[in-house]
T-cell receptor, first 117, second 110 residues
């Protein structure tokens, strides 16, 4: 079974530029998550999709971050314009289950390391 | 809201020694609990999870964790550390959402 795929693996941009990250979840997984992991911290959920609908985006800075999951499979996370504090690893994860109360674990991709200069 | 606290941001052990990584959770109802490992420049990999079936949970790579409701703890242990165990370890709790601890970096000395 192929794992969660993410690209690019690394990205360096200047502040105020835009950037996009792509994620392909494990086949058949209904739920997709985007996390931000700042150096020295645990992952923080940005947005959760169930199929192609948004379940939770309460921690997504909507003035600059956007995400979509067209057709309920692949997903794209965009930052526009980027700030210095957006430097982090952006992790995509997927799970078979549809909620947090079903005990389904999340499977993580390798992440995209973003550096904003 | 649920949360987890990992005690000790950095733990160092000698090869062959016991590994003990501490995690305490806060939740109003019994949650699902997870331990993930993260190797450099990689995503998180599930080590084990607690889903109320058994209080002692065995995971991959010789790791296990015990759920203690009275202590609200879910500490991760391994009897004998190996050099390949050096990584960042995250405890997580899942109820209404998934919350991760800040992580514990494990160093294994030869």
């Amino acid at each position: 079974e192929a794992g969660v795929a993410q690209s690019p693996r690394y990205k360096i941009i200047e502040k105020r530029q835009s950037v996009a990250f792509w994620c392909n979840p494990i086949s058949g997984h209904a739920t997709l998550y985007w996390y931000q992991q700042i150096l020295g911290q645990g992952p923080k959920l940005l947005i959760q999709f169930q199929n192609n609908g948004v379940v939770d985006d309460s921690q997504l800075p909507k003035d600059r971050f956007s995400a979509e999951r067209l057709k309920g499979v692949d997903s794209t996370l965009k930052i526009q314009p980027a700030k210095l504090e957006d430097s982090a690893v952006y992790l995509c994860a997927s799970s078979r289950g549809q909620g947090y109360d079903d005990g389904y674990e999340q499977y993580f991709g390798p992440g995209t390391r973003l550096t904003v200069t | 809201a649920q949360s987890v606290t990992q005690l000790g941001s950095h733990v160092s052990v000698s090869e062959g020694a016991l590994v003990l990584l501490r995690c305490n959770y806060s939740s109003s109802v019994p949650p699902y609990l997870f331990w993930y490992v993260q190797y450099p420049n990689q995503g998180l990999q599930l080590l084990l999870k607690y889903t109320s079936a058994a209080t002692l949970v065995k995971g991959i790579n010789g790791f296990e964790a015990e759920f203690k409701k009275s202590e609200t703890s879910f500490h991760l242990t391994k009897p004998s550390a190996h050099m390949s165990d050096a990584a960042e370890y995250f405890c997580a709790v899942s109820l209404n959402d998934m919350r991760f601890g800040a992580g514990t970096r494990l160093t294994v000395k030869p």
